[in-house]
Structures are given as C-alpha cells and as structure tokens.
C-alpha cells in the first residue's frame, strides 16, 4: 500500500504531494477505496481531509486514528500515510478476530500537515477542528493563489470555514502512528516507542529590505544589502540555537525577488522555523532572534519585517491514553520508550478537541523528509500489532 500510494505524486522521478493538488485528489481517491474495502463509510471534508468511519452504534463516543497524506517536496513513503493505513490494517485483524468494538472509529487521512504550498502547516487538521481563520485563508501560494480561493476552487466556488468536526465530549480520543523522524529507537534498538509531548513551533517569513545597486559601481561601503543582511541573520540564528539546549532554528528557504548577479539585491525573503518543548525556552529564543535582526538591520541600513505564519504551543500527551499505549507496546515488544517529538504532528491541532497520543516506530538513520526516508517491515508489523492490541485493550476496558 505505501509503495502504490508512493508512486502518486505532483512530480515526475519524485515523491511531491501538496494541498488540494491534483496528485492529492488521486491519493484520497485510492485511500477511500482502501477504507471502504476496510468496512469504513467514506466522505471528502470541504478541506478536502478524507475520513473513513465505523460506526458502531449511534450515540457511542468516537476514537480518532490518521494522520496526513500530504508530503514535502521529494519526500519519502513513510512520513504521513504510516498513520493512516495501519488503522485500516488494525481495523481488520480485529474483523477477523471477531473482535466488535464498544466505540465509533473515524480513520483520517488530513490534506494538509506538512506547510510546504502556503508555508503554513495544518491546513488539513485546522479545517477539521475548526481552527481556519481569515489571516490563513488569505495567505498566498507562490503563484499568488490564496487559501480560501483554493478552497472555493475545490468546493465548487464557494466555501466557508466549517465549524469542528465534533465536540470534545464525543470523541475518546485521538492517536496517531508516525515514523520518529529520528535516531533514538534505533540507537536502541526498538521498532516502537511512546511519545509524551510534541514539541512548540514557531514559523515566519522575514523580509529584508535595503537598496539595490550595480554591482560594479557601488562601493561596499555604500551599500544596503538585503541578502548579506539576511545571511548575517541565518549564522545568528544557528548560534542562538546551538547555544540553546533543546532548540532547533531552520532557515530552509531564502530568496532574493527579481535578483540578477550583477544587481546588489535591495531585497531578501526568507524562512524561520524555531522549535523546543518548552514554550517559555521557544519564546525567549525569539526575543533574542529579535533583538539580533534590529541590530543587524540599524548597522547595515535596513529595514526588517517579520510575519509569523504559524505558532503552535507545546502540547502533553494524554496520560490515559499513554499509559494504555504503554501497556501495549510492552506487551508486544517487552519494554517500551518514553520520547518528545521535535516534529510537529496533527496531533497539535486536534489536541484542541480531543486528549492525543502517538505511537512512533523507528525509522532508518533517523531520516525523513528525504526519498530514502526507510521503516522496515518487520518494525510496522511491531507497529501494527501494538496499534491492534491497544484497541482490543480499549474497547475492552470500555
């Protein structure tokens, strides 16, 4: 299943799938076959989030299961639909067991987590727990189109922010399986692990701002360049976080608009993704990234814009839910693992409705966001079993 889902992409000779593009309809397309055959009734969200539901009995509480099917560019197999078909796979060892669940269950396959068309992640999981507001839907892609007419497009012409998809008395909760991104299953040697927080994130796009120039009459020290300012900024970035333990910063894009190489750039854009588990840690680190970009502004004659794209707050695992899941994963592997995730996962937004949980199973090198991005089968079956035995466990504890 992750090799056919795999081979569907916006690219040709690489894995690229991006919200509400066509390879991203295609996907949900063949995921919607698969949950049907799984037993699961299938529907498409108005933000284009697929979900399949089991539907027990009227009334019954729900437990939530998915993750995203949505990719970075030249991306890997693994990142995203892991979560969203072992819960089909678990789903059907317990029909074969016999095994009837006391609660609904709603498989999601959310279109959007990775930020990468709108440098905004969790369009997918926003739409679905009702988070979508106006500043969002105006942001713009690099052709210009903005959220809410790329959402009007796929709904027909016209859409509006849809309310949550449930309230949070009805649901048991949410879990998701995700490879860890990570070295630390591997280092010891466990196919799975229980994670107790995901880490704060942080994310904006900064423009500097100076004069651009010939480059072969201006003076260096006449000039105000906006891409030597911006790159002066990256390297105190990378210093603030190394001396920071736990905080990660990324400068993963930058671009000079209408640059030429004999033109002093008089304007530079670029990323910034700040992350830590602690949210006064993260916030304090802004502060000082703050205060660098004002001084390197005043001293190199430019202007500086910051425009915060994406801010999401540390969020605790449920203890309940992890304790179960504990229980699992040292039922089926002997020993289990306790770990933060320095990734930002669904499970961020939808922790606005329900208690969360995540299941990490370990992948090769601690890779991702890469095409050699690896989990073996012998570490998804672990998974599976764990993700099987959990909700056996649940719906006998219920």
């Not at 309310?163 to 010891?188: D, F, M, S, T």
């Not at 942080?202 to 000039?223: D, K, Q, V, Y």
């Not at 905080?247 to 209408?258: D, H, Q, R």
């Not at 002093?264 to 990323?271: F, N, R, S, T």
Request: net charge positive; aromatic share 4%; glycine share 12%.
């Amino acid at each position: 299943m992750l090799e056919t889902l795999g081979g569907i992409s916006d690219e040709r000779g690489a894995l690229t799938r991006t919200f509400l593009s066509p390879a991203m309809r295609r996907a949900n397309r063949l995921v919607g076959t698969w949950m049907r055959e799984a037993g699961l009734a299938v529907r498409e969200d108005t933000v284009g989030n697929l979900i399949g539901r089991l539907e027990i009995r009227p009334g019954a509480k729900t437990l939530l299961l998915g993750s995203h099917l949505d990719t970075v560019r030249h991306a890997g197999k693994y990142d995203g639909p892991v979560g969203v078909l072992l819960p089909l796979l678990a789903l059907e060892n317990l029909r074969r067991r016999g095994v009837r669940l006391p609660f609904n269950v709603e498989v999601i396959g959310f279109s959007e987590e990775e930020g990468v068309r709108f440098d905004t992640g969790y369009l997918g999981s926003e739409g679905y727990c009702g988070w979508l507001k106006a500043g969002t839907l105006a942001m713009k892609d690099a052709a210009g189109v903005t959220v809410g007419a790329a959402l009007k497009d796929f709904n027909g012409g016209r859409f509006k922010p849809p309310p949550a998809a449930h309230r949070r008395g009805e649901l048991l909760g949410y879990v998701e399986v995700h490879i860890e991104q990570g070295p630390v299953l591997e280092a010891r040697r466990l196919a799975v692990g229980v994670v107790a927080a995901i880490a704060g994130q942080s994310r904006f796009r900064i423009t500097w701002t100076g004069r651009a120039g010939h480059a072969g009459t201006t003076p260096m020290r006449l000039r105000r360049d906006a891409l030597t300012g911006a790159a002066e900024f990256a390297l105190g970035i990378e210093a603030v976080a190394r001396r920071t333990p736990g905080l990660v910063a990324t400068v993963g894009v930058i671009e000079v608009p209408s640059g030429a190489g004999n033109v002093i750039p008089g304007e530079a854009v670029h990323a910034l993704d700040v992350r830590h588990a602690s949210d006064r840690l993260r916030r304090r680190a802004l502060v000082k990234l703050g205060r660098i970009a004002q001084t390197i502004a005043r001293r190199r004659g430019l202007a500086v814009k910051w425009e915060r794209t994406q801010d999401n707050s540390a969020v605790a695992c449920s203890p309940a839910l992890t304790a179960r899941l504990n229980r699992s994963v040292k039922s089926v592997q002997g020993r289990t693992l306790k770990l933060v995730s320095g990734a930002g996962h669904d499970g961020v937004v939808v922790s606005s409705i329900a208690p969360v949980a995540m299941l990490f199973v370990r992948c090769r090198g601690g890779l991702s966001h890469h095409p050699d991005e690896f989990a073996s089968p012998s570490d998804l079956g672990v998974a599976l079993a764990v993700l099987t035995d959990f909700l056996q466990r649940m719906g006998e504890e219920k």
